[in-house]
């Protein structure tokens, strides 16, 4: 009898451990570019979405952040857009919005733009590992103005590449 009630007593506890065992799983995702990214100015990925504001009788207001460039060598970088950016009408309506994409100052388009590596990094090689100086990337209106009513979504697509030297 003794010895049943201690199968009794080893079941019971091992069925209490499964009970209050608990499985959590995350999936960990890494987007690896072995030499370039872009990302905030405090190393956090960019947005994946913004919200511009409409500001009747002047159009869409401008946004901005601040953004480094990240690199795993001392050399000059090119920045261009993939596309020109026009924001559509979800509703369909044939109105488009072109946008202006800046950053640093200076426009973007789909052409290489070459910055410099003695800007991008002024401490030298020795600092790229806390990535480039922090610089504005802007979204704005190309032709500031009212628009119709409407619910508008685009893309905005930048590429960075490792210049090379000629």
């Keep these: 009898m003794n010895f ?4 009794v007593a080893v079941a019971v506890m091992g ?3 499964n009970a209050m065992a608990i499985q959590k799983d995350i999936t960990v995702n890494a987007n690896v570019d072995p030499s370039l990214d872009m990302t905030l100015s405090d190393a956090q990925q960019l947005p994946e979405s ?4 409409y500001i009747p009788g002047n ?9 480094k460039i990240w690199s795993n060598a001392y050399s000059d970088v090119n920045i261009a857009l993939v596309n020109n950016v026009l924001l559509y009408d979800r509703a369909g309506s044939a109105t488009t919005v072109p946008l202006t994409i800046s950053y640093g100052g200076t426009a973007l388009t789909t052409t290489n733009t ?6 991008l990094f002024p401490g030298g090689a020795t600092t790229i590992a806390q990535g480039s100086i922090a610089q504005e990337l802007k979204f704005s209106q190309t032709t500031p103005g ?4 409407g619910n508008y979504t685009g893309v905005v697509s930048i590429v960075l590449t490792q210049a090379t030297s000629a």
Excluded: R
């Design 146 to 149: 009212i628009l119709p009513a």
């Design 4 to 7: 049943a009630m201690k199968i």
């Design 59 to 67: 159009g869409l207001a401008p946004y901005a952040m601040q953004a």
């Design 50 to 53: 913004v919200n511009m504001q």
């Design 15 to 17: 069925f209490s451990l």
């Design 114 to 119: 070459k910055l410099l590596k003695t800007v």
